[in-house]
């Protein structure tokens, strides 16, 4: 049996992260400064919005279906190649854990990027700290990269649990799930109310005007 259990805000939030962060990535460099900035403020907003779908959004996607035991996470790690593991239908703890330290680090990682842009180049809305001393220091240059290597950190150890479980438990189609939306695990399917929809279509929205307004080179960005 299936059931529905990522909705499709959720799913195209994630595919529109993960895009934006290799762009992002790739684009890594002064010459692509412009780029690398658009999408930056855009996975800023994009966080933004599924912090916010934490705490509004539907079961298995909302936080407190979320089981932050560290105690448990353990557990179910050390479990982990035992047929007897429990089986999730949203996040299991370690997937919960790291997921949502994942959110907070990029979070951060966009903050800091956004301050270096105003010290460093004076550009971006902390374009005023050009002309303080944070302009020598290079302090938000060095967090940016130091947090933007830890998110590679866990973003690794996201990719490394989601191969983990297809190799193991392949018939609960958890990767599958990210472009359907359907796991093949009994249980009570997920809904989406059309509160939930207009503040995701809202902040989608928000996300495509923030990167136009950026890559645009409009004079409050630049």
């Not at 855009?42 to 279906?65: E, H, Q, T």
């Not at 270096?116 to 700290?129: E, I, R």
């Amino acid at each position: 049996m299936q059931t529905y259990t990522w909705g499709l805000p959720t799913r195209i939030f994630h595919f529109s992260l993960v895009i934006f962060i290799i762009v992002a990535w790739i684009s890594a460099d002064d010459d692509y400064l412009q780029l690398h900035s658009a999408f930056g403020y855009a996975i800023g907003v994009l966080i933004v919005f599924r912090l916010i779908w934490g705490l509004i959004g539907p079961k298995y996607s909302n936080f407190r279906d979320f089981n932050f035991s560290i105690k448990k996470a353990i557990d179910f790690s050390k479990n982990v190649l035992s047929h007897n593991n429990e089986k999730h239908l949203g996040h299991n703890p370690a997937a919960a854990l790291v997921l949502f330290t994942l959110l907070i680090v990029i979070f951060i990682v966009v903050i800091t990027g956004v301050l270096t842009l105003g010290a460093q180049d004076a550009k971006g809305v902390f374009s005023s700290l050009n002309s303080t001393f944070f302009k020598e220091l290079e302090l938000f240059e060095e967090l940016h990269e130091i947090t933007a290597n830890i998110m590679l950190a866990f973003i690794a150890m996201h990719l490394a649990g989601l191969l983990t479980d297809w190799v193991l438990h392949r018939k609960d189609e958890t990767l599958k799930s990210i472009l359907t939306g359907y796991k093949r695990i009994d249980g009570q399917g997920a809904k989406i109310n059309i509160f939930q929809s207009i503040i995701a279509i809202i902040f989608f929205i928000l996300t495509a005007l923030t990167f136009y307004f950026t890559f645009a080179n409009i004079s409050y960005f630049y």
